[in-house]
């Protein structure tokens, strides 16, 4: 599965079609894609670690670490991380590519070429099976990466508001000079539904135990459950978590990981559902032995002597803590894992139970969780009321999900839910606030983009 991370796949030169274009909304492509034939070329372009990527920014701009003093935020090495370390309203100070948007249009185009080309391929009882995972594969990468470009560009859903606000350019077919304006957020979350339910009728109910880039119905049903939990419907989101954990989802016991180990955790394990990492675009991303940014000191601090978080996801060196390689193991190196996991579904599971007013469940729920990060037989944490299981869960989240990718999007929703946490750095002895609800929540669509597409920008 790891190949795919160092080499791009052998599909004749049909990979190299977009390497050089700014924009996959409207760059023709240099070469045609769409002359690959055969499911095998479609599963390999799906197995293509470009399939993999998810977005640097959100991590880059969360309050899980800190930059120790002014000189190391300034030997960073883009512009683009150091800005949005401080939430400037210039955010890219013109440099390019920005991989967060570039990676899920890209994803989008092969995905779109895939399902394009599918109807061209004869249907027998022996590649059956093949096909519909291909095209379920192919349904399920569209979703994804269009949720994460939502998720990233746009403002959180708000049903009051959705035939309103504005969320992404909609692209269903390879024709990437098809210029699209920016469709509204209710008709961006029906597509991504849309593609979510394909691929839930066409994937397998486990993925493949040796290539966990390879989608399921339960990595399907995984990301229901992070999306509805998004946008607030916890019910929804509960049913899907649900689904997850009756049919066999695994947590691994933390007190059988070597502590002592940069990568403790293998990249092949029981708990990851999908596994996807981010670009090496930016320093600042970097987790194990190379990591650079420090985590935030309250953080560390909050960890039990008796949680083994402490030692799995973090090390100490010269006084300051850091990340190790958490599920993308030794053989991922410095890429930090982005996928979705098991823990991920338990957390869900248990606010969307507290959301309920089932503080009893939710607290089962947690502590199925926690029995396996904390020493054998030492106290887990306690609510006994329905006011205090909720910040108990948020607590363990944002424990568990640390350099996930998942905080800056946690934050935007406990803001909607009327938390006003404002993120503070200080900086070369400035204090730089960040409110409640900005609008610099929501990234700036990179401007060679604007200049190709027209398409609307995002206020800062």
Same mark, same amino acid.
């Given at each position: 599965m790891m190949k795919y991370r160092y080499c791009m796949i052998p599909l004749l030169a049909a990979?190299?079609?977009?390497?050089?274009?700014?924009?996959?909304?409207?760059?023709?492509?240099?070469?045609?894609?769409?002359?690959?034939?055969?499911l095998p070329d479609y599963e390999q372009?799906?197995?293509?670690?470009?399939?993999?990527?998810?977005?640097s920014l959100p991590i880059l701009s969360a309050d899980e670490y800190y930059y120790p003093t002014y000189a190391r935020w300034e030997a960073t090495l883009t512009a683009t991380e150091r800005n949005a370390y401080i939430w400037a309203d210039s955010l890219y100070a013109g440099e390019d590519p920005i991989e967060d948007w570039d990676n899920s249009y890209q994803q989008i185009y092969y995905a779109n070429v895939i399902l394009a080309s599918l109807p061209n391929v004869a249907v027998t009882?022996?590649?059956?099976?093949?096909?519909?995972?291909?095209?379920?594969?192919?349904?399920?990468?569209?979703?994804?990466?269009?949720?994460?470009?939502?998720? #990233?560009?746009?403002?959180?859903?708000?049903?009051?508001?959705?035939?309103?606000?504005?969320?992404?350019?909609?692209?269903?077919?390879?024709?990437?000079?098809?210029?699209?304006?920016?469709?509204?957020?209710?008709?961006?979350?029906?597509?991504?539904?849309a593609d979510l339910a394909q691929a839930d009728a066409l994937l397998p109910l486990n993925g493949s135990p040796s290539n966990l880039t390879q989608p399921s119905k339960i990595a399907t049903?995984?990301?229901?459950?992070?999306?509805?939990?998004?946008?607030?419907?916890?019910?929804?989101?509960?049913?899907?978590?649900?689904?997850?954990?009756?049919?066999?989802?695994?947590?691994?016991?933390?007190?059988?990981?070597?502590?002592?180990?940069?990568?403790?955790?293998?990249?092949?394990?029981?708990?990851?559902?999908?596994?996807?990492?981010?670009?090496?675009?930016?320093?600042?991303?970097?987790?194990g032995p190379s990591a650079t940014s420090t985590i935030d000191t309250n953080l560390y601090a909050s960890y039990d002597t008796n949680d083994l978080r402490k030692h799995v996801y973090f090390f100490v060196s010269s006084g300051q803590v850091f990340m190790k390689s958490g599920y993308t193991g030794s053989q991922g190196g410095s890429y930090?894992?982005?996928?979705?996991?098991?823990?991920?579904?338990?957390?869900?599971?248990? #606010?969307?139970?507290?959301?309920?007013?089932?503080?009893?469940?939710a607290m089962q729920s947690l502590n199925t969780l926690l029995a396996k990060r904390y020493v054998h037989g030492a106290k887990l944490p306690t609510a006994v009321?329905?006011?205090?299981?909720?910040?108990?869960?948020?607590?363990?989240?944002?424990? #568990?999900?640390?350099?996930?990718?998942?905080?800056?999007?946690?934050?935007?929703?406990?803001?909607?839910?009327?938390?006003?946490?404002?993120?503070?750095?200080?900086?070369?002895?400035?204090?730089?606030?960040?409110?409640?609800?900005?609008?610099?929540?929501?990234?700036p669509i990179p401007q060679y983009?604007?200049?190709?597409?027209?398409?609307?920008?995002?206020?800062?």
């Open positions: 990979l190299t079609l977009l390497g050089c274009s700014k924009s996959f909304l409207t760059a023709k492509p240099s070469t045609d894609i769409s002359t690959l034939d055969s372009l799906l197995n293509n670690y470009i399939m993999t990527q998810t977005a009882p022996t590649n059956m099976s093949q096909y519909n995972l291909v095209k379920g594969w192919a349904y399920f990468a569209r979703g994804f990466a269009l949720y994460n470009l939502v998720s #990233e560009f746009a403002t959180l859903y708000d049903s009051s508001t959705a035939a309103q606000d504005l969320g992404m350019p909609i692209h269903v077919t390879p024709d990437v000079s098809e210029a699209l304006p920016r469709s509204t957020m209710k008709q961006t979350y029906a597509q991504i539904f049903w995984a990301l229901y459950a992070r999306i509805y939990l998004s946008i607030r419907n916890y019910p929804l989101a509960l049913q899907y978590a649900d689904s997850c954990i009756q049919h066999g989802i695994t947590l691994m016991d933390y007190n059988t990981l070597d502590t002592s180990s940069y990568g403790p955790i293998n990249t092949i394990n029981p708990e990851t559902i999908f596994w996807c990492t981010v670009p090496i675009q930016y320093e600042a991303t970097v987790v930090p894992f982005t996928g979705i996991a098991a823990d991920e579904i338990y957390l869900i599971q248990a #606010e969307c139970l507290a959301w309920a007013g089932n503080t009893t469940a009321t329905p006011q205090a299981v909720l910040p108990l869960i948020w607590t363990e989240r944002k424990k #568990e999900l640390v350099w996930r990718g998942l905080r800056w999007g946690d934050l935007k929703r406990y803001n909607k839910e009327g938390q006003n946490i404002t993120l503070t750095r200080v900086l070369n002895g400035q204090t730089i606030n960040l409110p409640p609800n900005d609008l610099r929540y929501v990234m983009e604007i200049n190709l597409s027209g398409i609307a920008q995002n206020p800062r």
